[in-house]
């Protein structure tokens, strides 16, 4: 397990003076860079294996927003590596060790080169160190799109488009993984009621590609999918109501 601790900063608020769903993704993908790194795979060793990784599938449930100038701990752990896959929880709790926000995900390990998905090595699986996952029932990790959704994507219908620009732009050259999620919270009026999220990442977006993103209401929720003419990058989901979500606990 790797862990930091930290203070809710104002840059990282939203209107409310709650964590912004943004700088949530954020935190957690932070604390798995400085995994990776108390580890001796910084970017320069990775650079030099021609090694990314990209994140494939997000499940974040969150139980109660930081909020500003609280201090939090930021967890990590993997708990499965499988061939090219690797399977990583998270969690954001109190000092107290109240679980502020918890999380699954599943990363593919790519050759950055060949950008085709290699293999983990076995040393690198050893020295993250397995755990034990969060013992929580997860929506499923693949996300149908909805009729309705698909009628307007086939269509064109969307709510708004936006050029991919440098600031988007992570290590691995492409769209970071929370600005997807960043994209779909503009389609809700208000995302502090939002409390659960699921993400599914099919392709990745470069910059100046253009991308049009789409959304439909849906049982306690909303879906969403960001695309183009020759691609779907993502679609994802965020609900409301914990208890009214169908397939959890």
């Known amino acids: 397990m790797h862990s930091f601790v930290s203070r809710v900063r104002y840059s990282e608020v939203d209107e409310f003076g709650l964590m912004s769903i943004s700088a949530i993704m954020r935190y957690m993908t932070d604390c798995s860079m400085f995994h990776s790194i108390a580890i001796d795979y910084d970017l320069e060793q990775l650079n030099e294996e021609d090694l990314g990784w990209y994140i494939t599938e997000w499940q974040v449930r969150i139980n109660k927003r930081p909020v500003l100038g609280q201090e939090i701990v930021i967890k990590t752990w ?3 590596f499988r061939a090219m896959m690797g399977f990583r929880n998270f969690t954001i709790e109190t000092t107290d060790g109240d679980r502020l926000v918890e999380a699954d995900s599943m990363w593919i ?11 983990v090595p076995q040393k690198m699986a050893d020295d993250f160190t397995c755990e034990s996952e969060v013992h929580r029932k997860w929506l499923s990790r693949k996300i149908p799109v909805c009729d ?7 269509n064109g219908e969307c709510d708004y488009s936006f050029r991919v620009r440098q600031m988007h732009i992570d290590t691995n050259h492409h769209m970071n993984n929370s600005r997807y999620i960043e994209a779909a919270t503009e389609c809700l009026d208000d995302d502090s009621k939002v409390s659960y999220i699921r993400a599914s990442y099919k392709q990745v977006a470069y910059k100046d590609d253009v991308v049009k993103v789409s959304s439909e209401p849906i049982y306690n929720g909303l879906q969403v999918v960001l695309y183009n003419e020759e691609n779907e990058f993502a679609v994802i989901e965020m609900y409301e109501d914990l208890g009214k979500i169908d397939g959890i606990d």
């Open 109 to 119: 390990l790519m050759n950055l080169k060949k950008l085709k998905p290699t293999n």
């Open 148 to 154: 309705l959704l698909q009628n307007k994507v086939d």
């Open 78 to 80: 993997p708990y499965k």
